[in-house]
C-alpha cells in the first residue's frame, strides 16, 4: 500500500467516520469509552482495515 497524502487520509478518515456515525460496522475492536466516529476511523486507518481504495487517476 502506498503512502497517502494529508489530503487523501483526511478524506478516506471522514467518509469513513460518515459511515460509521451512520451505523456500519466497525472492523476493529473499539474500546467501551470511544465513541467518535472520527477517533475510531483514526483507529481503524492506522491498523490498515478500512475498506476504502484511493485511485490515482493522474498516474494510471
Not at 478524506?11 to 460496522?25: C, H, K, N, T
Not at 476493529?28 to 487517476?57: F, H, N, T
Amino acid at each position: 500500500m502506498r503512502e497517502h497524502s494529508r489530503f487523501e487520509k483526511a478524506r478516506v478518515i471522514g467518509a469513513r467516520a460518515l459511515q460509521i456515525s451512520m451505523g456500519a460496522p466497525v472492523d476493529i475492536k473499539v474500546p467501551k469509552d470511544i465513541i467518535d466516529p472520527v477517533l475510531i476511523a483514526q483507529m481503524e486507518y492506522d491498523q490498515g482495515v478500512i475498506p476504502i481504495d484511493i485511485v490515482d487517476r493522474e498516474n494510471k
